[in-house]
């Protein structure tokens, strides 16, 4: 299913970058969509500060 999600995502990704670009005529649009959406992918992906710490695993 993670991997679907990923293939869907990436075929969605170019599709959108392709558009904006058409409207536009110019990368730096594209560039802020792409870069929005790695760190929304990164914000998801990783735990927030604080959590997960080696110490809570030892109690």
Do not use: W, Y
Not at 12 to 24: D, K
């Amino acid at each position: 299913m993670f991997n679907g999600f990923g293939n869907t995502v990436g075929i969605s990704t170019l599709i959108i970058v392709g558009l904006i670009l058409q409207a536009t005529g110019s990368f730096e649009i594209a560039l802020v969509f792409v870069a929005a959406m790695a760190e929304q992918t990164c914000s998801k992906a990783s735990p927030p500060a604080g959590h997960g710490d080696r110490k809570s695993h030892l109690a």
